[in-house]
């Protein structure tokens, strides 16, 4: 498996507050079945500023703690990017980091109560320049929680949403368990992963979800939203599964 989202840098965010933490979260990915995690620290959001040199430099420096400490789970630099004003003209001058290697999806996340003005205009830049906004954790925003219909709207545009494991296990709250699931019985959601932050309050619950995932929805939509964690990595197209009435329980 591998985590798209995920934050193990140590105190560059609200992730991990060591590097001790930091070994303890890979343990816990590998013991999960997580052979890969995308290292993905907030940027613009707030005061938090993870700068693409910085997070490559990091993401490094957790490389080698990882290897010296014999934990078989590899790493890679992204950035998780709160969209704000000058979000589309760094991103076109080449100053954000995309999850995948080849410059292609980009993990974008809102402020948790409104969605921007140039937010619709922004996010068609990029579908229009063939860059792929992943849109983080929506089931936990209330932007989508009111307005599901605007989610809608970006699949439709092109943008793809990514689902947070604890939501789906109802670690947040039963709003966001429900809306979690509501998004996938209207085929809004096309990958899964953890968000995860630290071993305690926010982990990576990944094999609890997917079992839920595979008693409600069946091992196929399972797989496939593993599966297209994996394609994103890669920089290949999604697979997009559509439920029908039988599969949706």
């Keep these: 498996m591998i985590d798209i989202h995920t934050h193990l840098i140590p105190n560059v965010d609200d992730g991990a507050d060591s590097i001790e933490e930091t070994l303890r979260l890979a343990q816990a990915a590998v ?93 068609q ?10 849109i983080a954790h929506p089931e936990r925003q209330r932007t989508f929680l009111d307005a599901p219909d605007l989610l809608r ?35 809004l959601i096309h990958v899964i992963a953890s968000d995860a932050h630290d071993t305690v309050d926010r982990p990576f619950n990944m094999t609890s979800a997917l079992a839920v995932l595979e008693e409600e929805y069946g091992r196929a939509y399972r797989d496939n939203l593993i599966g297209n964690a994996r394609k994103i990595f890669e920089g290949q197209a999604i697979d997009l599964f559509i439920h029908s009435t039988d599969n949706t329980g």
Excluded at 125 to 131: H, L, S
Aim: proline fraction near 4%; hydrophobic fraction near 35%.
């Design 31 to 123: 013991d999960e079945g997580i052979s890969h995690t995308v290292l993905t620290p907030h940027h613009n959001r707030f005061w938090v500023t993870n700068e693409k040199d910085t997070v490559l430099k990091d993401t490094e420096r957790v490389r080698r703690a990882i290897q010296k400490a014999n934990i078989p789970l590899t790493v890679s630099p992204g950035q998780e990017i709160r969209m704000n004003d000058e979000f589309i003209d760094e991103l076109l001058a080449g100053n954000y980091l995309s999850i995948d290697a080849g410059g292609k999806y980009y993990l974008v996340e809102f402020a948790w109560g409104s969605f921007p003005a140039f937010g619709r205009s922004y996010l």
């Design 125 to 134: 830049q990029m579908v229009d320049a063939d860059m792929i906004p992943v």
């Design 153 to 187: 709207e970006l699949t439709e545009m092109g943008c793809i949403s990514q689902l947070t494991s604890t939501s789906v296990v109802g670690g947040y709250s039963e709003e966001i368990r429900i809306a979690s699931h509501d998004m996938m019985k209207e085929n």
